[in-house]
């Protein structure tokens, strides 16, 4: 499964302030027992600007099964990693949107302020994480043992042995 990273930040991207909730999805997918063979196949770090995020994204997904942004998912004025998102997606995964604010609810009721937005362009799920290295590893332990089961489905595997597989039949 190859995944890729971006972190969204004015600061980082201008080198005022040190990216770490990149560097900490790279840790978690790498020392991931959950996810079958997962490679990172790259990091970049861009600023909050609408245009910039939509282009990264569609750059990523024709050569990777998982785009996961982080940062630019709340209240500021900056902070438009949602509708870049939505700019390039073609379906929206509500239920995964929902199952990762309740995670981050059940830590902070800060978790409200956030906006993240999940979907798929052709066979990519595209899924924002809060900027934060906390919020990351919340939403990882949400996203990370739905990855095998859902990108499966994506790549058009048998949905009925999948299925059977995972209930136990």
Avoid: Y
């Avoid at 997918?29 to 990172?40: C, D, L, Q, R």
């Avoid at 004025?77 to 995964?96: F, H, K, Q, S, Y």
């Avoid at 199952?99 to 924002?128: D, E, M």
């Amino acid at each position: 499964m190859r995944v890729a990273i971006i972190t969204v930040s004015d600061r980082c991207s201008e080198g005022t302030a040190i990216d770490k909730s990149g560097p900490k999805l790279v840790e978690l997918i790498n020392a991931s027992e959950k996810v079958k063979h997962a490679t990172v196949t790259g990091t970049t770090v861009i600023p909050d600007e609408r245009e910039k995020i939509s282009h990264a994204i569609r750059e990523l997904c024709g050569s990777n099964d998982v785009v996961i942004t982080t940062g630019g998912t709340g209240w500021a004025v900056r902070d438009v990693t949602p509708e870049a998102t939505n700019d390039v997606i073609e379906r929206r995964c509500g239920g995964l949107e929902t199952a990762l604010h309740l995670r981050s609810l059940q830590a902070t009721p800060f978790a409200a302020l956030s906006r993240l937005t999940a979907g798929i362009r052709g066979q990519t799920l595209i899924v924002n994480f809060p900027g934060s290295t906390k919020a990351v590893q919340e939403c990882w332990e949400v996203l990370e043992p739905l990855l095998n089961h859902g990108i499966g489905l994506l790549c058009g595997a048998d949905q009925t042995t999948v299925h059977e597989k995972i209930q136990g039949q």
